[in-house]
């Protein structure tokens, strides 16, 4: 065989590679979208059973039970230590704020749990998901560690463990595929000796609420914080003192994962076809300086039997 075809079917098997590299982007991207989309599908939302916590932030003495018992029931190191923030170590723990007189408040913090979860619908992959039943999961098999959910957010909850080679992403579950499959309550809950945390299917937290509000105005704000904050939450919160001043964040009430989804949604698509393309552009730009190699050599004449 002359070096004119190998030269050529060099360039053939080049071609060959370029379009299979193409085609197997796009499959992947189907593949990654497809496991996606079926993620969502298969949790349409809460229902009208869904359930959820009332944290009563006027009832909370700060004693720090029920941090700790998440720390046991979740398996994290210092069960004896009380957390000072969310981290891979504490998926809740309570801050200490002081209200526009200076007087302090006990503000139990973890997820929120939301009706429509933004950390859900910026996943690219279904790592995490809203549950029929309320919690919002994650599935570490799932995760690659992108650190969209951190970003989409508005409560600040995800906490990202960098000493993990895995990148592993770290939130509270409502004890989801531990106490409550045994018909438990979650651990902070059954921990709380003063009554400051409530469980129960959301809507009826929501009439306690304001049963409370109504029957005591002078003690409780006239907001159920958590009702209608980005969508709803299943955690909800009653508190003496406005919610701005303990710093839970102005949000509307409508829902803020519509756009994330979308946008989120067609990322693998964007990420492998720029791929694919660059790989393409980069092997025809290797084929045309091997023809103009090819064009300018001086083949050698065929021997002649």
Not at 75 to 85: C, G, L, Q
Not at 108 to 119: E, G
Not at 258 to 270: D, F, K, N, Q
Request: hydrophobic content about 40%.
């Amino acid at each position: 065989m002359g070096e004119r075809e190998i030269a050529i079917k060099m360039l053939n098997r080049r071609e060959f590679v370029r379009r299979a590299g193409i085609g197997m982007a796009a499959a992947a991207a189907g593949a990654v979208l497809a496991d996606r989309k079926s993620a969502l599908a298969a949790d349409p939302g809460p229902d009208e059973e869904a359930v959820g916590v009332l944290i009563d932030l006027t009832r909370c003495t700060g004693c720090n039970s029920c941090a700790l018992a998440c720390k046991v029931a979740n398996h994290r190191p210092n069960p004896e230590v009380a957390p000072t923030e969310l981290s891979s170590d504490a998926l809740t723990y309570v801050a200490v704020k002081e209200d526009a007189q200076g007087d302090q408040h006990f503000v139990k913090r973890q997820c929120m749990h939301c009706l429509h979860p933004a950390c859900a619908s910026a996943c690219t992959v279904g790592a995490l998901r809203k549950t029929r039943e309320g919690p919002v999961v994650y599935d570490a098999h799932k995760c690659i560690g992108c650190r969209y959910c951190q970003y989409a957010c508005p409560f600040g909850v995800p906490t990202y463990d960098w000493n993990n080679p895995l990148g592993l992403i770290h939130k509270c579950e409502m004890c989801f595929h531990t106490r409550l499959g045994r018909g438990e309550t979650p651990a902070c809950v059954a921990a709380c000796p003063n009554g400051a945390l409530q469980f129960g299917k959301r809507h009826e937290l929501l009439a306690r609420a304001r049963a409370l509000i109504a029957g005591k105005p002078e003690t409780y704000q006239p907001h159920i914080y958590g009702e209608h904050e980005a969508g709803g939450a299943s955690m909800l919160y009653l508190s003496a003192v406005p919610f701005a001043e303990l710093d839970f964040p102005a949000l509307a009430s409508g829902s803020i994962s519509h756009t994330a989804e979308t946008v989120m949604g067609l990322t693998p698509v964007v990420a492998l076809t720029v791929a694919s393309l660059a790989t393409g552009l980069h092997l025809l730009l290797r084929r045309r300086q091997h023809k103009d190699d090819a064009a300018h050599f001086d083949w050698p004449a065929e021997k002649e039997d």
